[in-house]
């Protein structure tokens, strides 16, 4: 079987690093797997760009950002079919098609390179059936159309609020197309069932991890591969940007500020992405901070040097790094929000 996977990366993001898992478990069960993408991060001949239209996009892309309808005019997603990856697969499997407001997928193509290929949409998050946002938070409006958008600035943020027309436009092309839809959690599979893409078959199927690197490992050798001080209780947090409110990393620093200075004392901070340097100057707590980490082996020695994992997450589908965490036998601690509970299961794999 040859695959084609259409994402926004290869490997940045909790999505690109689900799918690219997948790019992965398919070659190791012998399967022809390829990608294109928007942001390649690793150089290999089964991983391309996606096509684009650099100079067209440019032009129109002041209209349709004007407008709040994104990507319509990313005209090289219809030139897709002319690429060797799209003519040799025999199966589709589209990922994260959005991307701020610059993005690289036009949605109004996937009718035509459904119709030649059959094709599995894997959901990453709400955008696919809304009017514009990733996460619809308490909104329902996507059930019925959208329009009179209660928050324009939910990523990814439009100017202007035409998004019942994108509800319609995505509507449209879903009516024309060939589609499986696969969500990750149980949560994002009840909300599909209930968005205009009921008329396809929807399927719960979690993301995979690799055991045989995620595992547990033995906590004071992995403290001091980090050069963690001994008799340190160890909070983990990783967030791309500590400041990206759906992730809560405001909740963080008020819950770690709010601890006692004696247990403070006691304890040490260790973050993935950015913020370990705020957390330290705003929280009074020292902070290893290991960047933007992207070697399994490194990240699965972190989280095995943790005591505690914390993602106060505001709205998620099935975070990656509640999977890494759970594999390497952290506890964890967050919300009771989206896919959440289908891994942190209170007094068993966290509270």
Not at 44 to 73: C, E
Not at 83 to 88: G, I, L, M, P, Q
Not at 110 to 120: E, G, M, N, Q, Y
Not at 285 to 294: D, E, H, K, M, Q
Request: with cysteine; glycine share 8%; hydrophobic share 40%.
């Amino acid at each position: 079987m040859k695959v084609l996977h259409i994402n926004q990366s290869d490997l940045s993001g909790g999505a690109a690093i689900a799918g690219y898992r997948l790019h992965q478990g398919l070659l190791g069960q012998g399967a022809d797997s390829r990608l294109l993408v928007w942001r390649p991060k690793t150089i290999s001949d089964r991983v391309d760009y996606a096509a684009r239209l650099a100079i067209l996009d440019k032009l129109t892309a002041p209209i349709t950002q004007q407008l709040g309808l994104y990507y319509i005019n990313k005209l090289g997603t219809f030139t897709i079919p002319k690429h060797s990856f799209y003519k040799n697969a025999d199966v589709l499997n589209f990922h994260v098609l959005h991307g701020g407001s610059r993005g690289y997928f036009n949605y109004l193509a996937i009718p035509s390179l459904t119709k030649r290929k059959p094709a599995v949409f894997t959901f990453h998050d709400m955008w696919s059936f809304t009017g514009h946002c990733a996460y619809s938070y308490d909104c329902d409006r996507w059930k019925r159309g959208c329009g009179k958008c209660p928050d324009l600035n939910i990523y990814p943020a439009v100017p202007k609020d035409n998004t019942h027309i994108e509800w319609k436009l995505k509507n449209w092309a879903y009516s024309h197309s060939n589609l499986t839809i696969v969500t990750p959690s149980r949560w994002l599979c009840e909300q599909a069932k209930q968005s205009m893409l009921n008329r396809f078959g929807i399927h719960h199927i979690p993301n995979g991890i690799n055991t045989e690197v995620y595992q547990p490992l033995e906590s004071q050798q992995c403290k001091s591969v980090l050069n963690i001080p001994t008799g340190k209780t160890v909070l983990m947090f990783a967030a791309t940007n500590l400041a990206e409110k759906r992730k809560g990393g405001d909740l963080l620093l008020k819950a770690l500020q709010s601890l006692p200075q004696s247990i403070k004392a006691e304890t040490i901070v260790l973050t993935f992405g950015s913020g370990g340097e705020t957390i330290a100057e705003t929280v009074g707590i020292p902070a290893f901070n290991l960047g933007y980490a992207s070697n399994d082996h490194f990240k699965a020695i972190a989280y095995s040097a943790a005591d505690l994992f914390l993602f106060p997450t505001r709205a998620d589908n099935l975070p990656v790094v509640l999977q890494e965490s759970m594999a390497c036998g952290t506890p964890m601690v967050s919300f009771n929000i989206g896919g959440v509970p289908d891994l942190v299961r209170p007094g068993i794999t966290g509270y």
